[in-house]
T-cell receptor, first 110, second 120 residues
Framework: DAKTTQPPSMDCAEGRAANLPCNHS???????VYWYRQIHSQGPQYIIHGLKNNETNEMASLIITEDRKSSTLILPHATLRDTAVYYCIVKAGNNRKLIWGLGTSLAVNP | GAVVSQHPSRVICKSGTSVKIECRSL??????MFWYRQFPKQSLMLMAT?????????EQGVEKDKFLINHASLTLSTLTVTSAHPEDSSFYIC????????????????FGDGTRLSIL
């Protein structure tokens, strides 16, 4: 599976949009981009995933560049409860394993 | 939908005790479940992949006789840490993939809330 690169930490003001980048320049055509987050001392929470097209759900939006070498997770109106470590993972659909990096620690400030 | 329940949430026990952790998919059937371990300030490390009705597949360096996995039904997998020692103290997390009886390509994994194991 392709390797991903994320900034180690980010800050965001409450109520503003949080844009979390992820670089996956070696992604293959059959690999999906998944985003999870982990709030302290809890299990990871699935946020969103996509293959080629941009995706939106009730939690967030996922913007994937046309060349698929990077993506951005957007939390449109960040709240204090969005403070967590956010993981971007690239994985082939028929590969069951998720390989976890260190993610981005997002701090939402009042 | 896609809720995974893990029990217990916290265990404190003496060295030498065996500890069983349960992972249940509440509203979907999971032919495959995964067990992870996470040490403080580190990322999740996959321990094993649990397949319903067959033997689990362990990652390199994980002792299968130490960490017994049973996946007896489509909604339940258990991890037993046998003869636990202080170095086994960690945060153990399970996950299950997708929803429904058919595992579709690209389906995400959904996670339990984890079990914090402390061995004295």
């Amino acid at each position: 599976d392709a390797k991903t690169t994320q900034p180690p930490s980010m800050d965001c003001a409450e109520g503003r949009a949080a844009n979390l980048p992820c670089n996956h320049s070696t992604i293959s055509g059959n690999e999906y981009v998944y985003w999870y987050r982990q709030i302290h001392s809890q299990g990871p929470q699935y946020i969103i995933h996509g293959l080629k097209n941009n995706e939106t759900n009730e939690m967030a939006s996922l913007i994937i560049t046309e060349d698929r070498k990077s993506s951005t997770l957007i939390l449109p109106h960040a709240t204090l409860r969005d403070t967590a470590v956010y993981y971007c993972i690239v994985k082939a659909g028929n590969n069951r394993k998720l390989i976890w990096g260190l993610g981005t620690s997002l701090a939402v400030n009042p | 939908g896609a809720v995974v329940s893990q029990h217990p949430s916290r265990v404190i026990c003496k060295s030498g005790t065996s500890v069983k952790i349960e992972c249940r998919s509440l509203d979907f059937q999971a032919t495959t479940m995964f067990w992870y371990r996470q040490f403080p300030k580190q990322s999740l490390m996959l321990m094993a992949t649990s397949n319903e009705g067959s033997k689990a597949t362990y990652e390199q360096g994980v002792e299968k006789d130490k960490f017994l996995i049973n996946h007896a039904s489509l909604t339940l997998s258990t991890l037993t840490v046998t003869s636990a020692h202080p170095e086994d103290s960690s945060f153990y997390i399970c996950s299950a993939r997708g929803g429904g009886t058919i595992s579709r390509e690209g389906q995400p994994q959904h996670f339990g809330d984890g079990t914090r194991l402390s061995i004295l």
